[in-house]
C-alpha cells in the first residue's frame, strides 16, 4: 500500500529541573550551594532514510515524544541531556509547518530538527553571587509545547508519464522497466505512482508513471492534485496521448486532451511548463493507414514545438526509440541541472541538516503592547525566564523581580502610563507592578 501524506504529533524533551543543594565544608561549618543544572531535553529529528518508501507507518503512529533531560544532581553534577527522538522518512519528503514548507528532505541522510528540546533549568549553584552567597532556589526546566506537522511524500524521479486514464502509462511502464503495476481495460486503473528503473546502454534513470489526470485535476478532480506533486521534481515529463481517442471522437478530441494536460500543469504549478518534454502517441497498432497517424503527428510537433514519437506499448513498436530520447533527454537536464553555486561535495555539506532558529539568538529587543489597563510584554527570553521560574519559592520571585528591574521594564511601564491597578503580562505571569 502507497501513503503519500501524513500528519504526526512532535514534542520535544522538557529540560530538567535544576537542583537545589548544599554541602558543608568540614571542620568549618560553612555550606556552599551545590545544587547542578538540569539536562536539555531532546530534540524530534527527521531523516531521510532509502530503507522507508512510503508514509504508510504513520497510519498507525503519530505521536512522537523525545526524552525529558534529567533533573539537576548534587556536587554541582549535571543532569543528563534527554536522548533525541530520530523519525525516519523517505527521501523526498517535505515538512509542512502550519502550511508552510520547513524542509525538503530529497537527500539520503539529510535531517531535519523540527522541534528543539527544552532547556535545563539552572541549579542553585548557578545563581551564587555577592548578593546571593546561598541561593535557595533554582531554575525548572523548561516545558515544550506539542504540535502538529505534516509530511507530504514527493517521488523522486527522472521522468513521469503524465495523460488521461487508460492512455496505457502502466502498460509503457511495464514494457520499458521491471516495474509491474496492475493494467486492466478500464479507465482508472492506477490509484498510486509507480516507479520503475530503466536500463539505457550503461546509463539508467527511473520514470513515474503518474494516476490518470483529467480536466480540473489541478483543483482536485479525481485527485489530481495529489498525483501532480509527484511531477514536480521530475527532469523530463512525458506526455502520453491515446490513439483510440481519436479514431472513435475525432481530431478536436484528440488535440483536446493533450491542451488539457498542458493546462492542468499550468494551474498546478506554471514552473511545470518550463519543464523539458515531448509527446508520445500509444496505441498506434490500431491504425492501418500510417497517413492518418503521421498527420498527427506533424501537427503536434508544429503545435508543441517537441518531438512526437508514435509507439504501441502492446507490440513493442517504437519503445525502443521512445526510450533512446527520453534517456538522451534525462541526461541533457542532469548537466544543466544547478549545484547553486556550490561543490557537490560541499553542497552536501551545507544542507545535510536543515535547523530551526536558535533560541539563544532571539532577539532582545523587548516589545509592550497596551491593551486598555493591560500592558503585555513580548520577548522570548523573557518569558522563558518567567516560565523557568519557581513562582512558589520567595527567593526566586525575588530574583526575577530583580532581572526586571535590571532590564528598566517598570521604567518603561511609567512612561507608558501604567496607572494603579493595571495589569502587567509576561507570558504566563500576571502581576501588578509597584515600587
Known amino acids: 500500500m502507497f501513503l503519500d501524506e501524513a500528519k504526526i504529533n512532535i514534542k520535544a524533551g522538557d529540560g530538567g529541573n535544576g537542583l537545589v543543594s548544599f554541602f ?22 527527521l531523516e531521510a532514510s532509502a530503507s522507508v518508501s512510503t508514509l504508510l507507518g504513520f497510519k498507525k503512529k503519530v505521536h512522537f515524544k523525545a526524552e525529558n533531560g534529567q533533573g539537576g544532581m548534587p556536587n554541582n553534577r549535571s543532569g543528563r541531556n534527554g536522548n533525541d527522538c530520530i523519525i525516519f522518512v523517505p527521501v523526498g519528503t517535505i515538512l509542512k509547518d502550519k502550511e508552510k514548507i520547513a524542509a525538503d528532505l530529497d537527500i539520503e541522510g539529510s535531517r531535519f530538527i523540527a522541534a528543539i528540546g527544552g532547556i535545563g533549568g539552572k541549579g542553585n549553584a548557578g545563581f551564587v553571587s555577592q548578593e546571593r552567597r546561598f541561593p535557595g532556589f533554582a531554575e525548572k526546566g523548561e516545558k515544550v509545547e506539542d504540535r502538529w506537522i505534516e509530511l507530504e511524500l514527493r517521488l523522486l524521479a527522472d521522468a513521469a508519464l503524465m495523460g488521461f486514464p487508460n ?3 502502466s502498460t509503457i511502464i511495464s514494457r520499458i522497466s521491471a516495474a509491474r503495476p496492475k493494467i486492466a481495460d478500464y479507465p482508472f486503473t492506477t490509484l ?8 539505457a546502454d550503461s546509463d539508467s534513470f527511473v520514470v513515474a508513471d503518474i494516476p490518470g489526470i483529467i480536466e480540473g485535476a489541478h483543483k482536485g478532480t479525481g485527485l489530481g492534485d495529489k498525483f501532480l506533486r509527484h511531477v514536480l521534481r521530475s527532469k523530463v515529463l512525458v506526455m502520453v496521448l491515446d490513439l483510440s481517442v481519436f479514431i472513435s471522437e475525432g481530431y478536436e478530441k484528440f488535440v483536446g486532451t493533450y491542451d488539457i494536460l498542458r493546462k492542468e500543469l499550468k494551474l498546478y504549478d506554471a514552473s511545470l511548463l518550463k519543464m523539458d518534454f515531448f509527446t508520445v502517441i500509444n496505441k498506434s497498432d490500431l491504425v492501418n493507414r500510417v497517413n492518418d497517424v503521421e498527420f498527427l503527428k506533424k501537427q503536434l510537433e508544429k503545435q508543441s514545438g517537441k518531438p512526437v514519437i508514435l509507439i504501441s ?3 513493442g513498436a517504437g519503445l525502443q526509440d521512445f526510450v533512446t530520447l527520453l534517456s538522451k533527454k534525462i541526461d541533457a537536464a542532469r548537466k544543466e541541472e544547478p549545484l547553486v553555486g556550490r ?14 532558529p536558535d533560541r539563544e539568538r532571539v532577539p532582545d529587543k523587548i516589545e509592550i503592547i497596551r491593551d486598555g489597563s493591560e500592558y503585555i510584554i513580548k520577548n522570548k527570553k523573557l518569558e522563558r525566564m518567567v516560565l523557568m521560574t519557581d513562582l512558589e519559592n520567595e527567593e526566586a520571585l525575588n530574583y526575577l523581580k530583580y532581572k526586571l528591574k535590571k532590564l ?10 501604567l496607572a494603579e491597578g493595571s495589569t502587567v ?6 502581576f501588578e507592578l509597584t515600587d
Open 408 to 417: 528598566k521594564i517598570g521604567d518603561r511601564l511609567k512612561k507608558m502610563g
Open 425 to 430: 503580562i509576561i507570558g504566563n505571569l500576571v
Open 192 to 199: 498510486v505512482p509507480n516507479l520503475g528503473v530503466v536500463q
Open 343 to 356: 561543490s557537490p561535495k560541499k553542497q552536501k555539506e551545507d544542507f545535510r541538516t536543515y535547523t530551526l
Open 24 to 45: 558543608f565544608l568540614k571542620g568549618r561549618h560553612k555550606k556552599v550551594a551545590s545544587g547542578g543544572d538540569g539536562g536539555r531535553g531532546g530534540n524530534i529529528v
Open 313 to 315: 506499448a502492446v507490440s
Open 167 to 169: 492512455a496505457g502509462k
